[in-house]
């Protein structure tokens, strides 16, 4: 099946085309105008949009840790895993793009990498925010640009600077700036992280920052693999596969480890809504935006999701984040931000 025949991919494209390649597609007089700004950089905007509901997600996810019987991380992967692969199943079947569930032959072994890893990605975050603030834990997955490049260039025998080493040397002091371990700050007692919000003791920080490397190392994988995938799939193909892998990984897991299904209330239910729709709408998003961004332009606006997280975290936990953690987080988001400039 062409690329003609979905409406998503077709529209990419020719967005892509008519901005990037065809000169004439947007005189420059337009390019001035507030419509021109608008269409020149409609990617931009999808992936900026993505990262606003991405950090409502978050937010939802955290306030669910916050319940009185706060609803486990895998049963919080399931519902919003299982919300995004109907969705993603019945876009393709309506738009007849073939193979839904199998995926395209030849590449299915890179698509269950993709699904597998992106599983630990999501479930290291989602773990560490019982004990890390929400922007916290957002700048700390912002390693993963890092580690990509290292992954590329061992795997894919992409390039690797000495600036990029650098980079990853001085985002790793950020990361124990964020961390704060007791053998270099002291043993602490928790430190307050907005209203009934304990940030965690030491060791409970030291738990939830490994739970972030553990996502960092998972998006490493599920990025790299879809390079190596390349357009060979449509993009709700890798989506599918993240989000049947996310479930079956996490269904398997609740029962070997013989985790209590929680049965949420009424407000519950609805945050539970909530991370599975705007985990829909944020991967819907990003993946139209990437369609028509290159790399390094998409990447910069996903870092608009810092932003977002603070002040939606200050907005309805009343938090503010500690002198400490908002330094390792400049380091980290300028050592990320000048690999992609570079």
């Given at each position: 099946m062409s690329d003609n025949e979905d409406p998503l991919t077709d529209f990419a494209t020719s967005q892509s085309t008519s901005i990037y390649q065809d000169d004439e597609a947007i005189p420059n007089d337009s390019r001035r105008s507030v419509p021109g700004i608008i269409a020149s950089n409609v990617g931009m905007l999808f992936i900026i949009s993505a990262q606003f509901f991405s950090a409502c997600m978050y937010i939802s996810v955290k306030m669910?840790?916050?319940?009185?019987?706060?609803?486990?991380?895998?049963?919080?992967?399931?519902i919003r895993m299982g919300i995004t692969f109907i969705c993603c199943v019945l876009y393709m079947t309506i738009t007849g793009i073939p193979d839904p569930i199998a995926g395209p032959k030849g590449i299915r072994t890179l698509l269950v990498i993709r699904g597998i890893t992106g599983f630990f990605g999501l479930y290291g975050v989602y773990l560490s925010l019982e004990h890390l603030s929400v922007a916290d834990a957002t700048v700390l997955i912002f390693l993963t640009?890092?580690?990509t490049a290292v992954a590329g260039s061992v795997l894919l025998k992409e390039s690797y600077s000495a600036n990029q080493a650098v980079a990853g040397v001085c985002s790793l002091l950020g990361v124990v700036l964020i961390t704060r371990p007791p053998f270099l700050f002291g043993s602490t007692p928790g430190i307050p992280d907005g209203r009934n919000l304990p940030e965690g003791t030491p060791a409970e920080r030291l738990a939830a920052v490994g739970a972030c490397m553990i996502s960092v190392l998972g998006n490493t994988g599920a990025y790299t693999s879809i390079r190596a995938i390349g357009t060979r799939a449509h993009p709700m193909h890798v989506m599918a596969f993240l989000s049947l892998w996310c479930t079956i990984i996490a269904l398997s897991g609740m029962i070997v480890f013989d985790n209590p299904v929680v049965y949420p209330t009424l407000w519950a239910w609805i945050l539970l809504l909530m991370v599975g729709v705007f985990g829909f709408v944020t991967q819907t998003l990003l993946t139209m935006g990437l369609q028509r961004e290159t790399?390094?332009?998409g990447i910069t606006g996903m870092y608009a999701q810092v932003l977002f997280v603070v002040v939606l975290e200050r907005l309805v936990f009343g938090v503010i984040p500690s002198l400490l953690s908002i330094l390792g987080g400049a380091i980290i988001m300028s050592s990320a931000l000048y690999v992609v400039v570079s």
């Amino acid at each position: 099946m062409s690329d003609n025949e979905d409406p998503l991919t077709d529209f990419a494209t020719s967005q892509s085309t008519s901005i990037y390649q065809d000169d004439e597609a947007i005189p420059n007089d337009s390019r001035r105008s507030v419509p021109g700004i608008i269409a020149s950089n409609v990617g931009m905007l999808f992936i900026i949009s993505a990262q606003f509901f991405s950090a409502c997600m978050y937010i939802s996810v955290k306030m669910l840790n916050s319940l009185e019987s706060p609803v486990h991380a895998l049963q919080v992967i399931i519902i919003r895993m299982g919300i995004t692969f109907i969705c993603c199943v019945l876009y393709m079947t309506i738009t007849g793009i073939p193979d839904p569930i199998a995926g395209p032959k030849g590449i299915r072994t890179l698509l269950v990498i993709r699904g597998i890893t992106g599983f630990f990605g999501l479930y290291g975050v989602y773990l560490s925010l019982e004990h890390l603030s929400v922007a916290d834990a957002t700048v700390l997955i912002f390693l993963t640009p890092l580690t990509t490049a290292v992954a590329g260039s061992v795997l894919l025998k992409e390039s690797y600077s000495a600036n990029q080493a650098v980079a990853g040397v001085c985002s790793l002091l950020g990361v124990v700036l964020i961390t704060r371990p007791p053998f270099l700050f002291g043993s602490t007692p928790g430190i307050p992280d907005g209203r009934n919000l304990p940030e965690g003791t030491p060791a409970e920080r030291l738990a939830a920052v490994g739970a972030c490397m553990i996502s960092v190392l998972g998006n490493t994988g599920a990025y790299t693999s879809i390079r190596a995938i390349g357009t060979r799939a449509h993009p709700m193909h890798v989506m599918a596969f993240l989000s049947l892998w996310c479930t079956i990984i996490a269904l398997s897991g609740m029962i070997v480890f013989d985790n209590p299904v929680v049965y949420p209330t009424l407000w519950a239910w609805i945050l539970l809504l909530m991370v599975g729709v705007f985990g829909f709408v944020t991967q819907t998003l990003l993946t139209m935006g990437l369609q028509r961004e290159t790399v390094s332009r998409g990447i910069t606006g996903m870092y608009a999701q810092v932003l977002f997280v603070v002040v939606l975290e200050r907005l309805v936990f009343g938090v503010i984040p500690s002198l400490l953690s908002i330094l390792g987080g400049a380091i980290i988001m300028s050592s990320a931000l000048y690999v992609v400039v570079s």
